[in-house]
């Protein structure tokens, strides 16, 4: 029976078409079922579909029209609305229909909805249907795959967590509240989890998230960082990423969370084998199984001349010498074939020099631990040229031994000789080594002298670990006892820390002794010869104090020599020059320099009386420093004629200056009269008379300057002026006094020294006419300066002959001159460099000169820019 011919029409036959179309192509499934047998009365096409039928279900039961349902409940349930009245109405019930020859799952829901007479007596079932098959298979497949995604994070134990950006909550799962060690789901925020952050992390950790919750960052988020809610230190990584809503704000930021401790510490550890093997001395190096290079540690690289790794990617024949490598390949092969290792000595040869490299070579086959297939080699290879070199020296030592004029031996734990060197088994009077072996220690001795190395000697070095001291030894064959000094030490082994045996060193005393008794009587003649000595005789120890002064200083003294050793003597010298020669000794006797000084000293009879004082530093033959010898020469009369000459020189000079000045005025004048007069050769006569008198008035000059040093009169105007500027000035003067020098300058920055500035000058003019005149075949002087901290440096650098090494020290000596066939060539008085020294010393600076002969010299001053002390 169709729909239409059960469903009343009140608006005629068309508007029932119209119904029918509507109920027929309705996309819901509809099925009407009559009678309390369920009579498929109508179905529509949706339900058809559904069903897989065709519409000759109609007229069939519902039993009949789906055979596929029994034993599902959907009969009952049909049966128990018709019943009842009661309508049922389920939700995603499971439905299995034979669809396309076989059985198929369906989810629906769906309505069985009685249908009633106008007494109430049900005559009918109306059955709509949903099909949400999709839709619960969908919700199944998530389910599972989120079941399956807790499974995996659960077997890779990652922790998931996810913040909700409006609220801050944020959520855990429940291996991500382990790791965080808190006990709830939820969170407050994220701040509420630094609290388990290391203290040195957590503002990298704060800086991380606040950058990936900007909106404008593109930042990923993936940090590792250190906990402290745990007994053990842990490490733990995190990633994840934000999600924004359809506007673009971001609303949640979720990820995941892990714990990396084992991998971190695996790391650590792995890390610390490769620093191991990196660091190694040994070269350390694995080969496939064709024999090339794989892998060399740095101390490999460094051993064959690599640079890096991939150059000793090649065949490892490469770095060993071919006639080991041809002498070694039937013990290697087979000692690796059968026992998969091998041990021996190789020369290596290194890649730049071809230099060939004795080695120790350990090498063993590497395999799969699985299969137990060979994967390559892998070998440990010592530089055998240290231990090669030490063999040598050990035989070189055991050579020195046996040549040693000293007696040497090896004393064992049990109490036996296991060597003594020839020297010693001739002073033994021992014959072979199986004699030194078998003879017992107390046959070398007396019994007293026995029981003095058992009660002293022994015992100090088994407590002590030495002895050294004098003892007397027996010559077995002879009977002689005689003294020995013997330096004896304890040797442990360096593995146990046990004794392994006692070394010793005995030297013969009889020719010593002997040599001191000569020594005596030639001490007592150099007693004689200094006490008779016209000079004083002084030594020190290596403390500088005194000890030993000969009668002469006694007696100008007239102290007792208790008195003056030490630092007695110094009570002696005038208060003024105490501290002056004090310090001057110091200084040359921490450099170990030559020592000189001028001072003077009170003597017997409360005069002053001029010492010039020098020694030497003294050495042992095994260059130990012992101290000081040397003289204190009177020099008073010298310095009373050398004060007369000065006083001489100064009324000398100063007599001089006036008439020379007269002269050179009658000079300037007489030539100008002559020029007037057109009488130009004698004009030019006067000329040359006033040049020599120019040079007479610089040598009257050098002579009141030293005579003005040597009585402390000369005068200093200190002032403030610009340093290359005054040498600019005095150079292009200087240049008009030679045509075929060049001065060349080269300034430094400029500079202003407090100084006097026409003294300085005189110095300055000095060294640069110094160096035109001693280069006279040169072509150029440079003049350079320089600031250097706070002091200024000039150097006037010539091409001229030079000064020989061991003159340099004299030249700025008051008069000297450098000797030599030359010398007659460069006059002057040798006074220009010792005024300059002075004018420099004096207004606190240094005065030096570099020089090659034959090439040329370098005088350097250094001027301090503003000096607080000025001596004069």
Request: hydrophobic share 35%; glycine share 6%.
């Amino acid at each position: 029976m169709k729909f239409s011919n059960i469903i009343s029409d009140p608006d005629g036959a068309g508007m029932q078409d119209i119904y029918k179309t509507l109920v027929e192509e309705l996309p819901l499934p509809i099925a009407l079922y009559v009678g309390r047998e369920m009579r498929v009365t109508y179905v529509n096409n949706s339900l058809l579909k559904v069903w897989g039928k065709g519409d000759d279900v109609i007229g069939k039961t519902f039993r009949e029209a789906l055979p596929e349902l029994e034993g599902q409940p959907f009969y009952d349930i049909l049966d128990n609305v018709f019943v009842t009245g009661i309508a049922y109405q389920a939700s995603e019930d499971r439905v299995d229909l034979f669809i396309d020859e076989r059985m198929q799952t369906f989810y629906f829901n769906f309505t069985y909805k009685p249908l009633k007479e106008a007494d109430g007596k049900v005559w009918g079932v109306l059955n709509t249907a949903t099909d949400v098959t999709e839709l619960v298979l969908m919700r199944k497949r998530l389910e599972e795959a989120e079941e399956n995604s807790r499974l995996a994070l659960k077997a890779v134990e990652l922790g998931t967590w996810s913040m909700d950006c409006k609220t801050g909550l944020v959520t855990l799962d429940e291996r991500a509240q382990k790791l965080f060690n808190y006990h709830s789901s939820i969170v407050s925020s994220f701040e509420e989890l630094f609290s388990i952050v290391h203290p040195d992390d957590r503002e990298f950790i704060r800086e991380e998230v606040r950058s990936v919750l900007d909106p404008k960052s593109t930042h990923p988020y993936s940090v590792k960082f250190r906990t402290v809610s745990s007994n053990r230190l842990q490490y733990l990584r995190s990633s994840g990423k934000v999600y924004s809503d359809s506007n673009g704000v971001i609303c949640r930021f979720a990820g995941i969370i892990q714990d990396i401790t084992e991998d971190v510490l695996a790391q650590k550890e792995i890390t610390k084998f490769q620093a191991l093997v990196e660091n190694s001395r040994d070269l350390i190096g694995i080969t496939d199984m064709d024999s090339n290079v794989v892998y060399l540690n740095k101390a490999g690289q460094n051993l064959v001349g690599a640079t890096s790794i991939e150059e000793c990617k090649r065949p490892s024949t490469d770095f060993l010498v071919e006639e080991d490598l041809l002498r070694m390949i039937p013990d290697m092969t087979e000692g690796l074939l059968e026992e998969g290792r091998y041990s021996g000595e190789i020369r290596y040869k290194h890649l730049k020099t071809g230099e060939e490299i004795p080695c120790h070579l350990n090498a063993f086959i590497i395999t799969d631990p699985e299969t137990h297939e060979p994967l390559g080699m892998a070998s440990v290879t010592r530089d055998l040229r240290e231990e090669k070199a030490r063999q040598k020296e050990e035989q070189k030592l055991l050579i020195l031994a046996e040549n040693s004029k000293d007696l040497l031996s090896i004393l064992e734990a049990d109490g036996k000789n296991s060597y003594i060197n020839k020297a010693g088994k001739d002073l033994l009077g021992l014959e072979s080594d199986e004699q030194v072996r078998t003879t017992p220690i107390e046959q070398l001795h007396t019994p007293e002298d026995m029981a003095f190395v058992k009660s002293e000697v022994l015992p100090a070095i088994m407590n002590k670990g030495s002895w050294a001291g004098v003892m007397n030894v027996r010559n077995v064959k002879t009977g002689e006892v005689f003294p020995v000094f013997n330096s004896s030490i304890r040797i442990d082994d360096p593995t146990t820390g046990e004794l392994s045996c006692v070394g010793a060193i005995m030297r013969d005393l009889r020719p010593e002794l002997e040599a001191k008794k000569v020594l005596a009587d030639r001490e007592k003649v150099f007693r004689d010869i200094t006490t008779a000595s016209p000079v004083a005789l002084w030594m020190t120890d290596t403390e500088m104090r005194i000890t030993y002064i000969n009668q002469i200083w006694l007696n100008w003294t007239g102290a007792p020599l208790a008195e003056q050793l030490g630092f007695g003597w110094y009570k002696f010298i005038v208060d003024e020059d105490k501290e002056r020669v004090k310090e001057v000794f110091r200084g040359d006797f921490e450099s170990r320099s030559p020592h000189e000084c001028q001072y003077r000293l009170i003597d017997v009879s409360g005069e002053e009386r001029w010492m010039i004082c020098s020694g030497n530093p003294q050495y042992k033959l095994d260059g130990t420093f012992t101290g000081y010898i040397g003289t204190c020469v009177d020099i008073t009369e010298l310095k009373q004629l050398q004060q007369q000459k000065d006083e001489f020189l100064g009324i000398a000079s100063h007599e001089l200056k006036t008439p020379v000045t007269s002269i050179k005025a009658y000079a300037q004048v007489l030539e100008s009269i002559f020029r007037d007069s057109g009488d130009d050769k004698k004009a030019d006569m006067v000329r040359k008379m006033d040049i020599q008198v120019n040079r007479l008035t610089n040598l009257i000059g050098d002579l009141l300057d030293v005579t003005k040093i040597q009585t402390g009169k000369l005068q200093f105007n200190d002032a403030e002026f610009q340093f290359n500027d005054l040498v600019k000035d005095l150079v292009e003067d200087l240049q008009r006094t030679t045509r075929k020098h060049t001065i060349v300058t080269e300034f430094g920055e400029p500079v202003l020294v407090f100084s006097d500035k026409e003294r300085i000058g005189q110095v300055i003019t000095n060294l640069i006419t110094n160096a035109i005149k001693y280069s006279p075949h040169a072509e150029k002087i440079i003049v350079y300066t320089r600031r250097e901290n706070e002091n200024v440096r000039l150097c006037v650098q010539d091409f001229g002959i030079g000064i020989p090494n061991d003159k340099k020290d004299n030249v700025f000596e008051q008069f000297y001159r450098v000797s030599g066939n030359k010398q007659h060539t460069f006059p002057g008085l040798g006074l220009g460099l010792y005024i300059s020294s002075e004018i420099i010393k004096r207004e606190g600076g240094t005065i030096w000169v570099e020089s090659k002969e034959g090439e040329g010299s370098t005088f350097c001053f250094l001027l301090p820019l503003n000096k607080t002390v000025k001596s004069h």
